[in-house]
């Protein structure tokens, strides 16, 4: 590449990248919106169901970060383009910037930010724009081979090395400023308001202390790498179709239960607090979740019953499905007969005995027990709605079952690789069977009988069944090729299924199994 065309692509990308970090510190600063994720927004929403659900399989919770890291790239190659061309067609230039633009404006538009979304996008075309064009005006690109130029104008003059850097890193540097700088903006205060949210504590007496999940009762030590029964909020999974995690105001909260009631309600965070607060430990599963994978995750979660906060809504005799939305328009529904009987079903905003994190739907969400969450798990809570069967969330028309029951699943962690000596070995992990609860679990060597394993008691707060358990059984490792299966069987005596069946449209099923090479 010649000389004067590198000159010329650092010059478009340095101009394209303080473009973009000028609209993000606007939008940021003064709606709370950013661009590069309204953008993304827009690929999600287009995207076909099938590729959604490739790049979860494929990326799990690295999808978002990839998403976004991918549009500024786009944005970069196409600054880059522009540098080539800005000498020879401004006005092409000025017309890739115009577009860009437009798609900025329509995704911020979308995100509901207002005028604000075209304050910011117009602040960012204009200062790419000049940026750009300041730099051609410094330094002249005069197309040079063995240090010489081409052709000679007076009008032109070559930059020096040292001018040309001093002016690109001065833009870069600054659009790295702003880009840290819209972050500190976006989190300026969230922590400290979260911070100030007390937790009801909840006092269990011995009358509904739930019995232990477990059908072993002779204790046993858990191996050091077997996933805790509790999973630490920080290492809990997130799918999400939030690109950038809202930072919801919650002492201007509200949630608004309207639809097919009797009176529509508008509940604040301190009107929840102070009804019938619960502790359950409830485990939660994606749908995208394969065999033995990690997108699931066991917590105590505090909150009110979604009953109910529902009753002081007054469902109708007509109303039949339980829509909730996200504060980013996110959606998703289940039928309303689904609460009736023993199901733990929450308006959350504690997880693990503080605030919930943002990441995890603070000030409020949705957990309901035994339900993928695609069809229940709503995080950061705006409203609910009680509607007809017909209405359908987000993901039901990209492909996904509107029926979503939590299939009985087990997994093996321990042994972790797959290597192992011969003798004595341990063989642990989870299993999970919501609502119904796990009765048994059961380990096969190399498609040899199935035999029991042991199951650790928990004492949990809520129903017994709504959350994983432990599992433990010791084997004796002979030399060779070894692959181990694991099942599960829940307290109505169904068999986890045996599969394979992919993830879509409901779920994968199938026996978790661990190759080992024993040497």
Not at 60 to 86: D, E, F, S
Not at 131 to 143: I, K
Not at 174 to 189: I, K, N, P, T, Y
Not at 295 to 316: F, I, S
Request: charged share 20%.
């Amino acid at each position: 590449m010649k000389q004067s065309s590198v000159t010329e692509v650092l010059l478009g990308v340095a101009a394209a990248a303080l473009a973009v970090a000028v609209g993000e510190f606007v939008g940021v600063a003064f709606g709370g919106v950013s661009l590069v994720a309204s953008v993304g927004d827009v690929v999600v929403d287009v995207a076909p169901g099938w590729f959604v659900r490739w790049t979860i399989g494929l990326l799990g919770a690295a999808q978002k970060p990839a998403l976004l890291t991918g549009v500024v790239l786009l944005i970069l190659l196409v600054g880059a383009w522009t540098g080539t061309r800005a000498k020879s067609a401004k006005g092409l230039v000025s017309a890739a910037y115009v577009t860009f633009g437009l798609v900025g404006v329509i995704a911020t538009a979308r995100a509901g930010s207002g005028g604000i979304g075209l304050f910011a996008v117009g602040t960012a075309a204009v200062v790419g724009l000049v940026a750009l064009r300041r730099g051609v005006g410094l330094f002249a690109f005069v197309p040079v081979e063995d240090g010489r130029p081409l052709f000679e104008d007076p009008r032109d003059k070559v930059a020096s090395r040292r001018g040309f850097l001093v002016y690109v890193s001065g833009m870069t540097l600054a659009a790295g400023a702003m880009g840290f700088g819209s972050r500190l903006v976006a989190d300026r205060g969230a922590e400290e308001m979260r911070r100030r949210v007390v937790i009801p504590r909840v006092r269990r007496t011995a009358t509904d202390r739930p019995p232990p999940t477990s059908t072993t009762e002779a204790p046993w030590t858990a191996p050091p790498s077997l996933t805790p029964w509790t999973t630490p909020n920080d290492s809990f999974y997130r799918i999400d179709t939030a690109l950038v995690v809202p930072k919801v105001d919650s002492e201007s909260w509200s949630l608004r239960v309207d639809g097919m009631v009797e009176r529509a309600v508008e509940i604040t965070l301190d009107d929840l607090l102070a009804m019938n607060v619960v502790d359950s430990a409830v485990t939660l599963a994606c749908v995208s979740n394969e065999i033995g994978g990690s997108l699931v995750g066991n917590a105590v979660w505090t909150g009110v019953p979604l009953v109910d906060v529902l009753e002081l809504a007054g469902p109708t005799e007509s109303a039949e499905q339980v829509m909730a939305w996200s504060v980013d328009s996110f959606s998703a529904g289940f039928p309303l007969s689904a609460l009736d009987g023993d199901r733990t079903a929450l308006v959350a905003f504690g997880m693990n005995g503080e605030p919930l994190p943002f990441r995890h739907g603070f000030p409020a969400r949705l957990v309901v027990a035994g339900l993928y969450g695609y069809i229940s798990a709503v995080k950061w809570l705006e409203r609910i709605e009680l509607t007809t069967s017909e209405a359908a969330g987000y993901w039901i028309p990209r492909g996904w079952a509107k029926e979503a029951p939590i299939k009985i699943a087990s997994r093996i962690d321990v042994p972790s690789g797959h290597q192992a000596k011969p003798g004595r070995q341990a063989v642990a992990g989870v299993a999970w069977a919501p609502v119904s609860g796990v009765e048994g679990v059961e380990l096969s060597v190399d498609d040899g009988p199935w035999f029991a394993c042991r199951v650790r008691g928990v004492d949990a707060p809520g129903r017994s069944g709504d959350s994983w358990v432990q599992w433990y059984t010791e084997w004796d490792a002979e030399p060779g090729f070894r692959t181990l299966r694991v099942r599960a069987r829940d307290t109505h005596g169904r068999l986890q299924a045996p599969g394979p069946k992919p993830i879509a449209p409901d779920g994968a099923e199938g026996y978790h199994s661990r190759w080992l090479v024993v040497a």
